[in-house]
């Protein structure tokens, strides 16, 4: 991370903190940038330099989100984000200075939200913060969106509890929304930028973790996740959720990413 400008001028937003934002990282140059602008932009920030201190700050009081380095000395960033998510969900962003592909997947497969590749822009990173947050917030008196329900499967929205026959679904903050998303679309076909643009909120980013979350989803909506009924790949166009559960129709797979790879 280099030739990192000041942060910027302006200080949080009257009315508090938008947020308690928990930042891991052994790197003191990048996390006082990570924890300068985060405060900045109106959140109330702690800062951990190992795995150990980041348990000890996240079980003495809950973060709203975690951002999360993936090297980190004695517990690498994947052990911390497993154990804080044996507690209960929470939304993770994972820094990474790896430029592997697996590296990224297998940081989302351990559950995160979303991750950041080092060298990056301290803006940026602040805007997916504020992305992430805004869709794990609950809903706003009187904004409470219906249950979804199809399939045998139930959303609730202001909850932020799903079931499939009754039984729960421990979904993570990106699959409960890309599962209510395709409840919402029943039968459409979206394809992966259309995904990333309506679940995440971005107009950017790598679309393997739209791939990689609905292979999550799959393993845990689906009867049987190596031949899926529910959440369908149209080969070369993307996913969408078939409520009929019956056989791929002419054209579509049950498995395999959107773009046939």
Not at 3 to 13: E, L, M, R, S
Not at 59 to 72: E, F, I, K, S, Y
Not at 215 to 240: M, S
Not at 244 to 250: N, Q, R, V
């Amino acid at each position: 991370m280099e030739n990192i400008p000041a942060p910027p001028g302006p200080g949080p937003a009257p009315g508090g903190p938008r947020g308690h934002v928990l930042v891991v990282d052994d790197d003191p140059t990048v996390a006082e940038v990570v924890v300068g602008y985060l405060d900045r932009a109106g959140y109330d920030v702690r800062r951990a330099g190992d795995g150990p201190s980041a348990l000890e700050c996240f079980a003495g009081r809950r973060p709203d989100l975690v951002v999360l380095d993936l090297m980190l000395p004695g517990m690498d960033g994947f052990e911390v984000c497993r154990r804080m998510r044996a507690h209960g969900p929470v939304p993770v962003i994972m820094l990474t200075a790896r430029g592997d592909e697996d590296d990224r997947i297998l940081g989302l497969e351990t559950g995160a939200d979303d991750y950041v590749t080092k060298p990056f822009s301290p803006r940026e990173l602040v805007l997916r913060v504020d992305s992430v947050l805004r869709r794990s917030a609950p809903p706003a008196a009187g904004s409470a969106r219906s249950p979804l329900e199809g399939a045998g499967l139930r959303l609730d929205p202001a909850a932020r509890r799903a079931t499939r026959d009754g039984h729960e679904l421990s979904l993570t903050l990106r699959e409960f929304d890309l599962l209510a998303f395709f409840l919402r679309h029943p039968g459409q076909v979206f394809t992966r930028e259309e995904l990333m643009r309506e679940v995440w909120g971005w107009d950017f980013g790598d679309l393997s973790t739209v791939t990689v979350h609905v292979r999550r989803l799959r393993g845990k909506a689906e009867t049987d996740p190596g031949r899926p009924r529910l959440i369908q790949t149209v080969w070369g166009v993307g996913y969408r959720l078939d409520l009929t559960g019956g056989t791929a129709a002419e054209g579509t797979t049950a498995g395999g990413a959107a773009d046939g790879s």
